[in-house]
């Protein structure tokens, strides 16, 4: 499909939210009603999906990886831009119609993008949203910065096994779980799992100052895992399970398990510590080094 009937058929599928301009002009025009949170994300052909995963899903799971980023400042969504690079041997529309579906499932407007042809597909989703009120009507963004030594470090659900099992092609985004936490003034720094609770766990402890302790024994393990694997390194280290990662002011931690008021419990999974560095408890009750690393990007 050339890339004018490609918009066509994107653009018969979007109505522009009131007050703003969308597809087909320039820019979309939108105006922020405070402070805004903006993400990018990308997809790319060998490396976040396989040749023969079906194109919808491919859209979808760079729409959800995208809403995710979101959802870890405990933000709502606004808006969505597109990049699109597309070899002729993939199916655009079904890939367009993959990231609308995840938009409208979380009631985000796509307002515009840019469509070319190229040898391998990326796709580039770019969304903003904005701090939603909490009960005492605050409004606030939740950073990875924010933790303290002392912190709980707590997880929202059971982690590994992703690739394994094609769900790493469903992520989905934890906007409810997230708005809530944020409207807690004891939840002092988020962000969501995509690159596995070594390295991301990491990444909160890095950007906070501090270092980090992990108790394997408590770390969640999803039905996805293989049984005859490692199964605690997978929950650590296989990525993209888009959960949330949050740090939790010890004392509030009572508190916080009897008014959680979704079905998937939380789990308690280690904490921060003053000396910087990733550290692990053996089974021996033994503080040795973190193994893991958890992917990074090449």
């Given at each position: 499909?050339r890339?004018?009937?490609l ?6 599928q ?41 194109a ?5 799971k ?45 009631d ?5 993008g ?17 701090a ?30 992703s ?22 003034p ?12 070594a ?18 024994d408590?770390?969640?393990i ?7 694997s ?6 650590c ?42 550290f ?19």
């Amino acid at each position: 499909m050339r890339e004018n009937e490609l918009i066509k058929h994107v653009r018969a599928q979007v109505t522009d939210p009131a007050e703003t301009l969308g597809i087909g002009d320039d820019c979309c025009v939108w105006s922020p009603r405070g402070p805004t949170c903006l993400s990018t994300d990308t997809v790319v052909e060998g490396r976040h999906f396989r040749a023969n995963d079906a194109a919808d899903a491919i859209g979808g799971k760079a729409a959800g990886a995208a809403l995710s980023d979101i959802a870890a400042m405990g933000a709502r969504p606004v808006g969505a831009v597109v990049a699109l690079s597309c070899p002729s041997r993939w199916d655009a529309p079904a890939i367009m119609d993959g990231i609308l579906a995840v938009l409208k499932k979380y009631d985000c407007p796509l307002l515009g993008g840019d469509t070319t042809g190229g040898e391998e597909l990326v796709i580039t989703v770019t969304v903003w949203g904005e701090a939603v009120a909490g009960a005492h009507g605050t409004k606030r963004f939740v950073t990875r910065s924010g933790a303290q030594a002392g912190d709980l470090l707590v997880v929202t659900g059971p982690l590994g096994g992703s690739l394994a099992s094609g769900r790493h092609l469903r992520p989905i985004p934890r906007f409810a779980e997230g708005q809530w936490l944020a409207a807690c003034p004891y939840v002092h720094a988020m962000m969501d799992l995509s690159d596995g609770l070594a390295a991301d766990a990491a990444k909160l402890a890095t950007a906070s100052g501090c270092g980090f302790l992990l108790l394997p024994d408590q770390v969640p393990i999803h039905d996805d895992v293989p049984e005859l694997s490692d199964q605690t390194k997978a929950a650590c280290c296989d990525g993209e399970d888009f959960e949330l990662l949050v740090a939790v002011a010890p004392e509030q931690w009572p508190t916080m398990q009897l008014a959680w008021p979704f079905s998937q419990r939380l789990h308690t999974i280690g904490w921060l510590v003053d000396e910087i560095g990733a550290f692990m408890e053996n089974r021996s009750g033994r503080i040795v080094p973190l193994p893991w690393t958890g992917f990074e990007h090449q």
